[in-house]
């Protein structure tokens, strides 16, 4: 079985440019996460979506950052315009229900660098 | 505001002996505790959880102890292995968030 797949792994972008991750979460599950993990730290939860539906994202910084997942499958997580403090990594995670006590499956996560 | 605080940001064991990762939270809301596992370059994998309602979750090596009254959980590995090497986040959750510490960095030693 596949896993979450994302990319691009890595990127690199100057400050004020826009950039767009992509998430391919496991077949058959409902529920897609974007986390964002900042060095040293854990990863922060930014969305949730219960198939095409944004059920969580107040954590998400609605200025600058925007997400959808047309036809409750593939998400797209962009950011425009970058700012240095956005270089982090960008987690896509999925499960097969809605709760936080379902097991998260996460993609290898996107590597961004704001110069 | 640290909901969730793993204090120990490394932690070297010998090989063969008991690995053990502690985590406090300060949230009495919480009531599902998850621990993952995350290589270099690869996106954390979960390990073991428990419920707030036990206080002991087994599987294999791994072992997950739960004191609700002081807050604090607790991941025992036994025996350490070589491939036990990795971050380890713990992380807890209610009905509408979860929360990550900032990971324990454990090294297993020859």
Excluded at chain 2, 57 to 66: W, Y
Excluded at chain 2, 77 to 102: E, H, L, T
Aim: charged content about 20%.
């Amino acid at each position: 079985e596949a896993g979450v797949v994302q990319s691009p792994r890595y990127k690199i972008i100057e400050k004020k440019q826009p950039v767009a991750f992509w998430c391919n979460p496991i077949s058959g599950h409902n529920t897609l996460y974007w986390y964002r993990q900042n060095l040293g730290q854990g990863p922060e939860l930014l969305i949730r979506y219960e198939n095409e539906e944004a059920v969580d994202d107040s954590q998400l910084p609605k200025d600058r950052f925007s997400a959808e997942r047309l036809k409750g499958v593939d998400s797209t997580l962009k950011i425009q315009p970058a700012e240095l403090g956005d270089s982090a990594v960008y987690l896509c995670a999925s499960s097969y229900g809605q709760a936080f006590t379902d097991t998260q499956y996460f993609g290898p996560g996107t590597r961004l660098t704001v110069l | 505001d640290q909901q969730v605080k793993q204090n120990s940001p490394s932690l070297s064991v010998q090989e063969g002996r008991i690995s053990i990762l502690n985590c406090d939270y300060t949230n009495s809301m919480f009531d599902y505790f998850l621990w993952y596992k995350k290589y270099p370059a690869e996106g954390p994998t979960f390990l073991i959880s428990i419920s707030s309602i036990k206080d002991k979750n087994e599987d294999g090596r791994f072992t997950v102890f739960l004191n609700k009254s002081a807050k604090h959980l607790s991941l025992h590995i036994v025996p350490s292995q070589p491939g036990d090497s990795a971050v380890y986040f713990c992380a807890a959750s209610g009905s509408d968030k979860i929360i990550f510490g900032k990971g324990t960095r454990l090294h297993i030693l020859p």
